[in-house]
């Protein structure tokens, strides 16, 4: 099946290489801009971004969609790059203008990505310009939208405000953009705000993503572990 999808896809890539190609460069270009830190390319095309700042490590590996779903009630994606790539499961995958989703199966050649347009995934985000902490959740069946749960009702979030990923949870770096808001609601009866979010990322296009890989996470596993079992 995975085999069928990406001979699919590549008779559309042939077509628009030179688009392609423009799109690649613009992100790659784009992602630099964003990010105050050094950009080394690596072997396989990894790209290592070292934030003094924050003292976080981070890789990334381009991959294509080869198949996606965005009108189900719970969606995937599907990547061209697997377990003979270095992936594996609960790292985060990014588009051009945003966060797509976390994979969660991995074969030799393929992996599949569970979509924040599904419910199974929560998501931890914060409001950019409060620093209020809250959690993506997608319930709003839209593939342009999503809801922001467990925001307290004192925290001043206005429409029009940026959330951003919270970083530090093995799965995408601080600051990565999620949406900005549409609505917010103090719906009686509820301890938090009901917050609705325009997506960045328009998860009913199929192209380029990047897996992120966090260099310090085994580490720090193995410390909140040992802290567990004491």
């Given at each position: 099946m995975g085999t069928l999808f990406t001979w699919r896809k590549d008779i559309t890539d042939y077509a628009n290489l030179k688009e392609v190609n423009e799109r690649l460069a613009a992100e790659n270009a784009d992602w630099r801009n964003r990010h105050s830190s050094s950009y080394t390319p690596v072997e396989e095309l990894f790209v290592r971004i070292n934030d003094s700042i924050y003292r976080q490590q981070y890789s990334y590996l381009p991959a294509k969609v080869v198949n996606n779903t965005w009108h189900k009630p719970r969606n995937f994606i599907t990547l061209d790059k697997g377990a003979v790539n270095g992936l594996h499961d609960d790292m985060g995958v990014i588009g051009p203008d945003g966060i797509v989703g976390v994979i969660r199966d991995v074969e030799p050649h393929f992996a599949s990505v569970i979509s924040?347009?599904?419910?199974?995934?929560k998501t931890s985000v914060k409001t950019k310009r409060t620093g209020h902490y809250g959690l993506l959740y997608w319930d709003t069946n839209d593939p342009l939208t999503s809801s922001v749960i467990d925001i307290p009702k004192h925290?001043?979030?206005?429409?029009?405000?940026?959330?951003?990923?919270?970083?530090?949870?093995?799965?995408?770096?601080?600051?990565?953009?999620?949406?900005?808001?549409l609505?917010?609601?103090?719906?009686?009866?509820?301890?938090?705000q009901a917050i609705v979010v325009q997506l960045f990322e328009d998860l009913t296009r199929s192209g380029f993503v990047y897996v992120v890989n966090d260099l310090q996470r085994a580490e720090?596993?193995?410390?909140?572990?040992?802290?567990v079992v004491q």
């Amino acid at each position: 099946m995975g085999t069928l999808f990406t001979w699919r896809k590549d008779i559309t890539d042939y077509a628009n290489l030179k688009e392609v190609n423009e799109r690649l460069a613009a992100e790659n270009a784009d992602w630099r801009n964003r990010h105050s830190s050094s950009y080394t390319p690596v072997e396989e095309l990894f790209v290592r971004i070292n934030d003094s700042i924050y003292r976080q490590q981070y890789s990334y590996l381009p991959a294509k969609v080869v198949n996606n779903t965005w009108h189900k009630p719970r969606n995937f994606i599907t990547l061209d790059k697997g377990a003979v790539n270095g992936l594996h499961d609960d790292m985060g995958v990014i588009g051009p203008d945003g966060i797509v989703g976390v994979i969660r199966d991995v074969e030799p050649h393929f992996a599949s990505v569970i979509s924040i347009l599904n419910p199974d995934v929560k998501t931890s985000v914060k409001t950019k310009r409060t620093g209020h902490y809250g959690l993506l959740y997608w319930d709003t069946n839209d593939p342009l939208t999503s809801s922001v749960i467990d925001i307290p009702k004192h925290a001043r979030v206005h429409v029009g405000d940026t959330i951003v990923t919270t970083g530090g949870d093995g799965v995408y770096p601080e600051g990565v953009p999620v949406g900005r808001v549409l609505a917010v609601n103090d719906a009686p009866g509820r301890q938090d705000q009901a917050i609705v979010v325009q997506l960045f990322e328009d998860l009913t296009r199929s192209g380029f993503v990047y897996v992120v890989n966090d260099l310090q996470r085994a580490e720090r596993d193995s410390v909140e572990k040992a802290y567990v079992v004491q």
